[in-house]
């Protein structure tokens, strides 16, 4: 795992070992709500991904939290699309 950080502009983790990015999905502090916040090369990026990562105006299943209410729905939706 690498990271790279410039205070205020961008902070970014690299991540190729499949347990580490098993460990990082589970890290609460990583959440997948894509809230416009943090560094500004980081709320571009989220931005982004919420625009790119939705369907009908909701997020695909896969870009939110395994508990969120609602996931399974969609998921089946985006299925049959």
Same mark, same amino acid.
């Given at each position: 795992? !690498?990271?790279?950080?410039?205070?205020? /502009?961008?902070d /970014?983790?690299?991540?190729?070992? @499949?347990?580490?990015?098993?460990? /990082?999905?589970?890290?609460?502090? *990583?959440? %997948?709500?894509y809230? +416009?916040?943090g @560094? *500004?090369?980081?709320r +571009?990026?989220?931005?982004?991904?919420r625009?790119?990562l !939705?369907l009908d105006? !909701?997020p695909?299943? %896969?870009?939110?939290?395994?508990?969120? !209410?609602g996931?399974?729905? *969609?998921?089946?939706?985006s299925?049959?699309?």
């Open positions: 795992m !690498s990271r790279f950080r410039i205070p205020a /502009l961008v /970014l983790i690299t991540v190729s070992d @499949p347990a580490q990015i098993a460990d /990082l999905a589970e890290d609460p502090r *990583l959440d %997948r709500e809230v +416009i916040r @560094p *500004l090369i980081n +571009i990026v989220t931005g982004r991904i625009k790119v !939705s105006g !909701s695909c299943p %896969r870009s939110r939290r395994a508990g969120r !209410s996931r399974r729905r *969609l998921k089946a939706r299925k049959r699309a």
